[in-house]
């Protein structure tokens, strides 16, 4: 996930976030996890996730935790 950094601050993600949210719920889906880079989980907590485990790399891309949210 990424916003082009002209726009960023602007609350897009947190729409996009937010959408998938209500797409979830549409869909009965109560699970979200994703990999999120090292550099991102703050953006992530404060939008109801949190993380899970330790800190792994993925080749070729770096660092990251997975994060996870039960949507209700
Ligand atoms: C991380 C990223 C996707 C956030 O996108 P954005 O469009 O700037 O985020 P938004 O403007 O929608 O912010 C949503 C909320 O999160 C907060 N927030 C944004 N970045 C944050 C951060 N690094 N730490 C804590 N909070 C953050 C905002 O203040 C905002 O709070 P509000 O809802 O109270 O107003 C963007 O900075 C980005 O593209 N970064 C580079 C790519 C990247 O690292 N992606 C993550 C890969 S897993």
């Given at each position: ?57 993925i ?14």
């Amino acid at each position: 996930m990424a916003t082009i950094p002209d726009v960023r601050g602007q609350g897009h993600d947190r729409d996009l976030l937010h959408a998938c949210f209500d797409h979830m719920r549409a869909k009965e889906a109560s699970l979200l996890w994703c990999n999120a880079r090292v550099v991102a989980p703050d953006f992530y907590k404060h939008l109801g996730l949190q993380t899970i485990g330790p800190e792994f790399d993925i080749e070729g891309i770096g660092p990251h935790y997975v994060m996870w949210k039960a949507v209700v």
